[in-house]
Structure formats: structure tokens, C-alpha cells
């Protein structure tokens, strides 16, 4: 078990966009922080849901019949199934919390898309007491 950490310390610490770091594990799921601007892609996650949580600045989670908009502090819960494509005008921090098994951006692969393994690099001790 790690020592006691700051997911936003993390996030604030990354240094690419829309790619998430896993800062721990419970159970079945990560929980993943990340830094983004700008927009991710349309994709859905067949068989898992996805928890966002704002940890600085907005986010806004575009779904086919409408538009979510969270600021800090906030969460949502994407379905799974549900199409949907992450937009942050400005820079954003977000927390997510998915299971093991959830692909960066579902069956769509892009120039954004991060692999787990990738997702799993340590990050820089930021954060930790």
C-alpha cells in the first residue's frame, strides 16, 4: 500500500494532455487522475461505467441527447454504453474512478488513446507527505 497521496498534486504535476495516471487500485477498479484541454474523442465503454470527478477547473461530457457540465468539486457518472466525448475549453484536472478492464477511449483508437499499461507509469511523488 502506497502512503497517503494528493490526487490533485498529481494531476497538477502531469505534463501531457489527456493522458490519465493511475494513483491507486480498489477492488476491481482504478482510480486514474488527468490533465485536459481541449476534446477527447466520441467513444463509449461497452460494459463498464465511468466516474468523473473535477478536481480544478470544468469539464464538460458531451452524450448524444445532451450536455453535462461539471465544475470543480462535481461528478458524474457516464453508463456504460453511453457515447460520450470529454470537452475542457480551458485547462482541467479530473479524477476517474473505472474498472480494470475500461479502455482509454472505448473501441475507438485515436492519437490520444493511452493504453493501460501506459496509464500504469509511476508518477512523480507530488502529493505524498
Same mark, same amino acid.
Given at each position: 500500500?502506497r502512503?497517503a ?8 504535476g ?28 466520441? *467513444? $463509449? *465503454? ?31 457518472v457516464?453508463?456504460?454504453? @453511453?457515447? *460520450?466525448?470529454? @470537452?475542457?475549453? %480551458? ?6 474512478i473505472?474498472?480494470?478492464s475500461?479502455? *482509454? ?18 508518477? $512523480?511523488?507530488?502529493? %505524498?507527505?
Open positions: 500500500m502512503d497521496i494528493s490526487p490533485a498534486a498529481v494531476a497538477a502531469l505534463t501531457e494532455l489527456w493522458s490519465p495516471r493511475v494513483v491507486a487500485e480498489l477492488d476491481d477498479s482504478y482510480v486514474k487522475v488527468a490533465k485536459v484541454q481541449g476534446t477527447l474523442a466520441w *467513444h $463509449s *465503454h461497452d460494459d463498464e461505467d465511468e466516474l468523473f470527478y473535477i478536481l480544478k477547473g470544468t469539464l464538460a461530457i458531451e452524450m448524444e441527447d445532451r450536455t453535462v457540465v461539471l465544475n470543480e468539486g462535481e461528478t458524474f457516464v453508463p456504460k454504453g @453511453v457515447r *460520450h466525448n470529454p @470537452v475542457a475549453e %480551458q485547462e482541467c484536472h479530473i479524477m476517474l473505472e474498472r480494470k475500461t479502455l *482509454h477511449t472505448g473501441s475507438e483508437v485515436t492519437g490520444k488513446t493511452r493504453s493501460v499499461a501506459d496509464q500504469l507509469r509511476p508518477v $512523480s511523488s507530488a502529493g %505524498q507527505p
